[in-house]
């Protein structure tokens, strides 16, 4: 299982790699969303800044004071910065709900994802997706009472604790614990999604069923191909968090910007680098499924003649 | 105390207190003797408190003795109750639910644990018996009967001037959870304001305000013997010198304390401290350095005791002597940081926290602002009640000084390669959030809100005093200070002796600028509004056109400077040219706006507004400049950050899908 599961997560990551175009296109729309959300703000920004020779403080180093006056003066870029991006960010999410069905057609079917493919694979599956949307809403509520329940005991452990550490302790395994509970929750819906573009399963609480005991049955194998890339991406992550804060000059404006998208592509990359495995996965459970015996008639009896019964 | 040897062993007191004495009388030239105390000893109190850690109450009793120095006779008596503001009805709590307070408030999560009381069981006064049932409670400040922080109790005849009085009070306290730089979390237990105190006469009255939300406290010199019984496993640390230590029977110990020409006294006790021991020699020789750290936050002892020195030894450089021996630092647990951040004579309290980064510079901060109050509240008593500024803004302002020489300009407060605040920084973000609703002057608890005292008392009289060095110089101010200090340690100055102080220092008549700056609520903000050049003759548009890269080509510049607040400031305007020309105006600021044209065969480069960086007050330095030359890397790398915010939040939430 370990072999087959080890191909798995290396033939997903090829199946991005050779349908990469799926990346760059949800990449430039984020990046696009995400000039649009600030455009207003850097425009504000531009007209503040691009005069003033105070503006030095933000070049040479980042005074973060210097942010938090701008925030004070009249007509702040800072004034509209949180709705703007909040909007453009749901608005991505929609997108996303949209475009899944076309990614996974493209990746359960293994073929060229076409244009007109696409979308239609895109809308077929748009409003089923949207209700698996809420379903995973009400799955996430336990998971945020968890949640809660964790901050009361944390709250609690810290009130009677003389050491902070028993809190600190207990509130990161919390967090380790519901991190891996949502990767969880996340491969299972995944895994309906697949279900659904593979049988093209209408009903979305039947896919879940199955897609509950597909998971059940091969929780560790499924659990770890999506923790294995779940690492990675945050592993990434931190680097080029860690090479943007620490490493470069504040002056190097392209580069940082390149780091920071660098950052997003491989994000993207890794999340569907999750579920073209996880596509694959499906492909390969479906072919190995040993198909069960086909109806033969039954032989017919073996049995003489009976002579006719002598007449009386 | 050092101090206090200095008493005790009569011979060694030339040796001891030369150099305080020589220093004051190099500045203020006060009158001083050997013998003398350094202050005017106004109260002894002597106290016996038992602790009871599981109850967190306090059983105690105290003899106040008076000396009426008052120049007249004295029948009533005001005294301070400040436990009773832990009250639901009280001044304080009123005040909190209206206008917030320091820290979480304690009715963020209000319960009973919150409740802190202090009751007098008794109170007798010498030769006129027991006098319990005359305790009336006042309200000085407002109509709330409801509130029980100060009472006053009138003997049955005056005390001559120059006579004392002898109180005899009996009292018990309940501790709240930790609130307002008192109480108790777990096992520590941070017991300050805790005793009945009495009040100032000042001003020819008496001065005894109740406990407001945003005010701290006033009180008269004297010496302190206090004797507290804690069970043995408690670590004690205390605003005094121990002078003995008993172990009694019941597995308790006494600990008895000294301490004189201060004007309060606080302890602290946990069984859970670490005792770390420092020590700094300065100018009147050694200080112990008595360093309390709560479990978990080992990581930080280090850095309270480098900063700590080096605080040390630049007031004793900058602004003078330290005159105890002694000072103790008391780091507060987890969960209790309601208890940092707050002084009390040669006890100081900090705060940190477990994965403190080193590049957040929290722990120093609270530790050099704390320690700075042993000059601004300590030695020279202001009144906090009616003029906060001159102990929170003066040290907010000498935080600056002290954290800027000590960690540098631009990364005095937040020190991390991608980012920095400096100081000054953090004074203007406190400032700016509401910069001209109170003047200055204002009593404490007059403020609109908790921001504006918060930013008004601390973070603009920080910028005011940074601003008036470009007034006066640096080196004056700080000299100044040092006279302040010296001619007013161990009094009760005003803000008027302050202000008279930097006049008399300085040889200049401020009075200008401080009655805007103390006395006003103007708003400083001066603006370049336009910088261009124009040909001369810009009607020859042939002409024009052949001579564009003409050397001799001459420009009409405009620089056109507007005041945008209501302060008025001198300023210097710089102005640069394309040929490497330069032009300063000085401006007064009288007007509301000023227009500067030159004709050259040149082009404007840049104008700008204080140059130098010199006027912090100034509420935005962003329209403080123009320069022709376009440079976009700040707007690009705040797109930068703002883009890449929005990406991520943005891919966050597509997880959902």
């Not at chain 1, 659904?196 to 879940?208: I, Q, S, T, W």
């Not at chain 2, 700040?634 to 930068?640: D, G, Q, Y």
Request: net charge negative.
């Amino acid at each position: 299982m370990a072999a087959a599961n080890r191909g798995t997560f290396f033939s997903g990551a090829g199946l991005v790699w050779q349908w990469q175009r799926l990346v760059w296109w949800i990449f430039a729309v984020c990046l696009i969303f995400g000039l649009f959300s600030t455009h207003e703000m850097t425009e504000r920004a531009s007209s503040l800044l691009d005069h003033s020779a105070a503006a030095q403080r933000l070049v040479n180093g980042f005074d973060a004071s210097a942010i938090m006056m701008l925030q004070q003066v009249p007509d702040s870029p800072l004034e509209i910065q949180g709705h703007n991006i909040v909007h453009f960010s749901l608005l991505f999410v929609v997108f996303m709900l949209f475009v899944t069905g076309g990614i996974l057609a493209a990746y359960v079917l293994d073929e060229k994802p076409t244009s007109t493919a696409f979308f239609e694979a895109a809308g077929h599956h748009f409003w089923r997706f949207f209700r698996l949307f809420i379903y995973l809403a009400i799955v996430l509520l336990p998971i945020a009472g968890l949640a809660a329940f964790t901050s009361a005991m944390y709250t609690r452990i810290q009130e009677q604790s003389i050491s902070p550490y028993p809190g600190d302790y207990f509130a990161e395994t919390a967090a380790v614990v519901i991190l891996l509970l949502l990767i969880i929750v996340r491969l299972w819906f995944d895994m309906t999604q697949v279900i659904a573009v593979a049988d093209d399963e209408k009903k979305m609480h039947r896919a879940l069923r199955r897609a509950f005991g597909l998971l059940r049955r091969n929780f560790f194998s499924l659990f770890w191909l999506y923790l294995r890339v779940s690492v990675i991406a945050w592993a990434l992550f931190a680097f080029g968090l860690h090479i943007w804060m620490y490493h470069l000059k504040p002056q190097s404006n392209v580069t940082a910007f390149l780091i920071s998208q660098l950052m997003i592509v491989i994000w993207i990359a890794t999340r569907l680098w999750q579920r073209a495995s996880e596509a694959i996965w499906y492909r390969n459970y479906q072919a190995n499924q040993v198909p069960g015996p086909a109806w033969t008639p039954p032989p017919s009896p073996m049995y003489m003649p009976v002579a006719a019964e002598p007449q009386a | 105390m050092r101090l206090t040897k200095v008493f005790v062993l009569a011979a060694g007191v030339a040796i001891f207190c030369g150099p305080i004495f020589s220093q004051a009388a190099a500045i203020a030239a006060p009158a001083n003797t050997a013998a003398k105390p350094l202050s005017t000893r106004v109260v002894a109190y002597q106290i016996e408190a038992k602790l009871d850690p599981t109850k967190h109450t306090i059983a105690a009793s105290e003899t106040l003795t008076y000396k009426n120095l008052t120049g007249q006779p004295q029948q009533t008596f005001p005294f301070h109750l400040y436990l009773n503001a832990f009250q639901p009805q009280s001044t304080f709590m009123t005040e909190v639910r209206l206008a917030g307070t320091r820290g979480n408030g304690p009715d963020s999560d209000w319960d009973p644990k919150h409740f802190g009381s202090i009751t007098v069981d008794k109170l007798e006064v010498e030769g006129a018996g027991d006098l319990t049932n005359k305790m009336e409670f006042i309200h000085p400040d407002d109509k709330n009967t409801a509130d029980r922080t100060v009472f006053q109790i009138t003997l049955p005849k005056p005390i001559a001037p120059g006579a004392s009085v002898e109180f005899h009070i009996t009292f018990h306290d309940v501790l709240p959870k930790v609130v307002e730089r008192t109480g108790y979390v777990r096992d520590f237990d941070m017991v300050g304001q805790w005793f009945p105190k009495v009040g100032v006469w000042w001003k020819n009255a008496w001065n005894c305000h109740q406990f407001h939300a945003t005010t701290e406290f006033f009180a008269d010199f004297g010496t302190f013997d206090v004797k507290i019984t804690v069970p043995q496993n408690e670590i004690v640390g205390a605003g005094g010198d121990l002078v003995a230590s008993t172990n009694n029977s019941d597995g308790t110990k006494t600990l008895t304390y000294h301490s004189e020409d201060v004007h309060d006294f606080s302890w602290t006790a946990s069984p859970s401290f670490t005792v770390v021991e420092d020590s700094w020699t300065g100018s009147q020789g050694p200080v112990k350095i008595h360093l309390l750290i709560s479990p978990g936050h080992m990581g930080s002892a280090q850095r309270y005791i480098d900063v700590q020195k080096g605080t040390l030894r630049l007031f004793d450089q900058w602004y003078g002597p330290y005159p105890y021996d002694r000072i103790t630092m008391v780091d507060p647990p987890h969960g209790g940081i309601d208890a940092g951040g707050m002084e009390y004579p040669t006890l100081i309290t900090l705060g940190t926290s477990v994965h403190m980064p080193q590049g957040v510079l929290e722990p120093e901060i609270v530790t050099e602002h704390e320690f700075g109050h042993q000059y601004w509240y300590g030695m020279v008593a202001t009144n906090e009640f009616e003029e906060a500024w001159l102990d929170e803004g003066i040290n907010s302002y000498t935080e600056v000084k002290v954290m800027d020489a000590l960690y540098g300009k631009n990364t005095s407060a937040v020190n991390f390669p991608f980012a920095q605040i400096s100081e000054t920084g953090m004074q203007q973000i406190g400032y700016l959030a509401d910069p001209d609703k109170d003047p200055i002057c204002r009593f404490a608890w007059k403020f609109i809100n908790n921001d504006s005292y918060g930013g008004i008392t601390y973070g603009k009289t920080a910028l005011v005093l940074l601003t008036l060095e470009k007034v006066i110089g640096e080196d004056t101010l700080r000299q100044a200070l040092h006279t302040y200090f010296m001619r007013f340690r161990f009094t009760h100055p005003t803000g008027e002796d302050f202000l008279k102080t930097i006049e008399e220092v300085s040889g200049k008549d401020l009075r200008w600028y401080f009655n805007q700056a103390i006395y006003g609520t103007q708003v400083l903000d001066y603006s370049l509004a336009d910088a261009h050049s124009d040909p001369l003759k810009w009607w020859d548009a042939p002409a024009h056109a052949s001579k564009k890269d003409d050397k001799d080509e001459v420009y009409r510049t405009y620089v056109t400077v507007v005041r945008k607040g209501d302060f008025v400031f001198p300023v210097d305007v710089d102005i640069k040219f394309d040929d490497g020309s330069t032009a300063v105006e000085h401006w007064d600021g009288q007007d509301r706006w000023m227009r500067y044209q030159y004709d050259r065969k040149a082009k404007i480069q840049s104008a700008q507004i204080d140059v130098h960086d010199q006027i912090p007050l100034d509420r935005d330095s962003f329209n403080n400049s123009f320069t022709e030359e376009s440079d976009p890397r700040a707007a690009h790398k705040l797109r930068t950050i703002w883009v890449f915010a929005s990406e991520w939040l943005s891919q966050l939430l597509a997880w959902l899908t």
